[in-house]
């Protein structure tokens, strides 16, 4: 199983970017994907997350300027930013908590490799 995220790039202050984070294999299903970011010196934090049955959660720096969503058939989530402030300015990671692969058997915490956002004029 993999994960690619995209989607990522230079954008002004006010602008908007969407994230994709795509997965690929031998997956029947996936329950738990998330966006975490991470900036220069910084630790790893939570973006936002959405259940197999979407039910979101954000992130209070992000409330009503992001929203995840998902595409089940496609085993794709989406980051869509509005607003963008310098402070978003990360590498910006997917994750997938838990896969159903065949086998069947479950698979753990499945990361992406990052896309860079930048926000600046």
């Known amino acids: 199983v993999q994960l690619q995220a995209s989607g990522g790039g230079l954008v002004q202050p006010g602008g908007s970017l969407r994230l994709s984070c795509a997965a690929s294999?031998?997956?029947?299903?996936?329950?738990?994907m998330a966006w975490f970011r991470q900036a220069p010196g910084n630790e790893r934090e939570f973006v936002a997350t959405?259940?197999?049955?979407?039910?979101?959660n954000y992130a209070d720096s992000v409330k009503g300027r992001f929203t995840i969503s998902r595409d089940n058939a496609k085993n794709t989530v989406y980051l869509q930013m509005n607003s963008l402030k310098p402070e978003d300015t990360a590498v910006y990671y997917c994750?997938?908590?838990?896969?159903?692969?065949?086998?069947?058997?479950?698979?753990?915490?499945?990361w992406g490799q990052g896309t860079q956002v930048t926000v600046s004029s």
């Open positions: 994750n997938a908590a838990a896969i159903l692969v065949a086998g069947p058997e479950w698979e753990y915490d499945y």
């Open positions: 294999g031998s997956i029947i299903s996936i329950n738990t």
């Open positions: 959405i259940t197999s049955g979407g039910n979101t």
